[in-house]
């Protein structure tokens, strides 16, 4: 029904970081894995459950929060992350991700830990995907959600796990260096 999102396109073990890692929650990846007191990229905040347990298991001393809509953003969690930690400044920006990822290209802006999570079709995430490249520092990560092929719930397709696949199959300087099995997380770093 809808043959742009899928593809036969698959990762290969060299797309495999020989430290590559299996978690049973994004949390537990996040407190391992991400730079401590680092620079957070979120793209899909969504209610904003996840930008507290991003701000507060990290340390992070920037969270910016990318949405097409703060409509779901339940206004406690926020003051909760804030309060959690204080030396965190955080940023939402309401918007096409598109557009504002372009901005923070133009910006100069560079993040640690790059979240990616928002509109799930093929070519979104591929143009978000490649943008991203650009915003994450170079000893940093990419992690998007949602890595495979279709919503069972609501029986519609995914296209996360064919731009993965395809990205990583063009670009051999990416490696898978987590997955995180309860949320379906993927995480990318630079060889």
Not at 11 to 16: D, K, L, R
Not at 42 to 67: N, P, Q, R
Request: proline share 2%; net charge negative; glycine share 8%.
């Amino acid at each position: 029904i809808f043959p742009e999102e899928f593809s036969k396109t698959r990762i290969t073990q060299a797309s495999m970081a020989g430290n590559c890692r299996l978690f049973a929650s994004q949390e537990e990846a996040e407190k391992t894995l991400w730079k401590p007191h680092g620079k957070i990229l979120e793209i899909g905040v969504g209610t904003g459950g996840h930008a507290v347990s991003l701000i507060t298991s990290t340390a992070a001393t920037l969270y910016c929060g990318i949405d097409i809509s703060f409509n779901g953003l339940n206004d406690s969690l926020k003051n909760k992350a804030a309060s959690l930690n204080q030396n965190c400044d955080i940023k939402l920006i309401q918007g096409n991700s598109i557009d504002i990822l372009g901005n923070l290209v133009n910006q100069s802006l560079i993040f640690d830990s790059i979240y990616i999570d928002a509109n799930h079709w093929h070519g979104f995430v591929s143009k978000e995907l490649e943008i991203c490249t650009r915003l994450v520092s170079k000893d940093g990560r990419i992690v998007l959600n949602d890595y495979f092929e279709w919503f069972v719930g609501s029986m519609e397709p995914c296209g996360v796990k064919k731009a993965v696949n395809e990205f990583l199959s063009n670009n051999s300087n990416w490696l898978v260096d987590y997955y995180a099995i309860n949320e379906c997380d993927i995480s990318l770093i630079m060889k």
